[in-house]
């Protein structure tokens, strides 16, 4: 279920839902091998840049986890209907897409299992204006390999905005049976990397200053 859909669903039961909360900012932690051959180490970080920087501490020669590109991957990005919403459907203001090329390997480059608290989202990448969120909706924890995070962040840029090759915004929702991560979505549109990530791109107006999202 998307959180456009919760939005409505929101609506029509009033106050129950308003009791359950909206998500707030939540820390992310990673699990993953920081030195090759030993055991994996869990850190806790504000995003993706934090627990990086928390790796080199580790091991200076971090060279990363390249995710191994494989069949499933490409029928994800690929399937029918897309596993992805755009971000004029939903009024996400969009981030620049040349940022978020950038964002989509830094991705890729650490690799891991990302957990996200209960009812929680997290900015887990930003440059300039542009973002890359998680937004946990669901009552329990969510947890996610990058080799996931990264399929659905691909989806959204390969399917979103190619009309207007500047902008991409949009959200790729876990499914609703998904064994760790359901009732969570990765969303990418527009952030203010120099403000601390209580905003989402839901809550900007859209288009932003990065420009419009037209599909293809
Ligand atoms: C293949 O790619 C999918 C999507 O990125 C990922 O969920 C899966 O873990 C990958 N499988 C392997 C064996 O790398
Ligand atoms: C170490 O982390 C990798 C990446 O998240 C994971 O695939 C693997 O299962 C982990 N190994 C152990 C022993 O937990």
């Not at 909360?21 to 920081?34: D, E, F, H, I």
């Not at 180490?41 to 986890?65: E, M, R, S």
């Amino acid at each position: 279920m998307s959180r456009f859909v919760l939005a409505f669903f929101s609506l029509a039961f009033g106050l129950a839902a308003i009791a359950m909360g909206a998500p707030t900012v939540g820390k992310l932690q990673w699990n993953g091998p920081a030195v090759p051959g030993q055991p994996n180490v869990t850190l806790v970080g504000t995003d993706v840049a934090d627990i990086y920087k928390q790796i080199l501490h580790i091991n200076p020669n971090f060279i990363g986890n390249p995710l191994p590109a494989n069949d499933s991957f490409n029928t994800f990005v690929q399937s029918t209907p897309p596993p992805y919403q755009c971000g004029n459907d939903l009024s996400l203001a969009t981030a620049n897409q040349g940022s978020v090329f950038t964002l989509v390997g830094d991705i890729n480059r650490i690799g891991g299992t990302w957990n996200l608290g209960a009812n929680s989202y997290n900015r887990l990448l930003c440059r300039d204006s542009s973002g890359i969120y998680w937004d946990n909706y669901n009552s329990k924890a969510a947890s996610a390999s990058a080799a996931d995070v990264y399929a659905r962040a691909i989806a959204i840029v390969g399917g979103c905005c190619l009309q207007t090759p500047n902008t991409v915004s949009g959200l790729s929702s876990f499914p609703d049976n998904h064994p760790t991560a359901s009732y969570s979505d990765i969303l990418i549109g527009q952030a203010n990397c120099n403000d601390p990530a209580a905003t989402l791109p839901f809550n900007y107006g859209y288009p932003g200053p990065n420009g419009v999202c037209v599909p293809s």
